[in-house]
């Protein structure tokens, strides 16, 4: 069970996202994305909900896949994406949750130094409920999952591909003058460590 003082202590509103002002094309709706750690009947996880809103039909969708599984690849298509790290190191990890139910689970040592990490033994589950002016994708990543540390910081983001193929980028924050999520700086939220409170 978690300790209710400690799940308080993260973010208790969607944080908004924004795109990158080199975009040239954005969707024109809004993205916003709340985490939080929730129980489930499978134990503690971190949930990330991911919001649009806004005209849903200019986005192009990948198929659903029910067989989802690891998928390499999917940032180049509409995707949810979560980077995450203990603050203080340069190490991080970076979560793709694609509107298909496939994901992508990496590690780095260092910006953009990719590390052989081995498959989760838990894969992240997904679940995406498009309307007709929304659509909210819920991603569920165990706690074994995520980096440990005595606090994480976090760039929540995202990448939308409209029907003519342009690509547009969200994020918490752009800290460089072209879209870069890896960027140590576009880690611009900081909560604390998931590991049980004492």
Same mark, same amino acid.
């Given at each position: ?13 969607? $944080?908004?996202?924004?795109? !990158?002002?080199?975009?040239? #094309?954005?969707w024109s709706g809004g =993205?916003?994305?709340? *985490? ?6 499978? /134990? ?14 200019? =986005? ?7 067989? @989802?599984?690891?998928? &390499? ?11 995450? /790290? @203990? ?22 040592s260092r910006c953009r130094?990719?590390?052989?990490? #081995?498959?989760?033994? $838990? #894969?992240?589950? *997904?679940?995406?409920? +498009? ?10 990543? +165990?706690?074994? &999952? ?27 924050? !752009? +800290?460089?003058?072209?879209? &870069?999520?890896?960027?140590?700086? @576009? ?6 460590? *998931?590991?049980?409170?004492?």
């Amino acid at each position: 069970m978690m300790d209710s003082h400690h799940a308080a202590s993260w973010p208790e509103v969607p $944080l908004a996202l924004q795109a !990158h002002p080199v975009t040239s #094309a954005p969707w024109s709706g809004g =993205l916003s994305v709340h *985490i939080a750690l929730v129980e489930t009947p499978e /134990g503690p996880h971190l949930q990330l909900e991911y919001l649009l809103q806004g005209p849903i039909a200019r =986005l192009k969708w990948p198929e659903p896949n029910p067989q @989802a599984e690891f998928t &390499d690849g999917l940032w180049q298509h509409t995707c949810m994406e979560a980077f995450v /790290g @203990a603050a203080g190191s340069e190490a991080y990890r970076e979560f793709n949750f694609s509107p298909s139910g496939d994901w992508a689970i990496y590690d780095f040592s260092r910006c953009r130094e990719r590390t052989t990490s #081995a498959l989760p033994a $838990l #894969a992240p589950a *997904i679940a995406c409920t +498009p309307r007709e002016s929304t659509l909210l994708l819920t991603a569920r990543v +165990p706690f074994a &999952d995520v980096p440990s540390g005595p606090s994480l910081q976090w760039n929540l983001s995202a990448v939308l591909e409209d029907h003519d193929g342009q690509l547009s980028y969200w994020a918490l924050a !752009h +800290p460089a003058d072209k879209p &870069d999520f890896h960027h140590p700086q @576009a880690r611009a939220l900081t909560t604390p460590s *998931i590991a049980p409170c004492p």
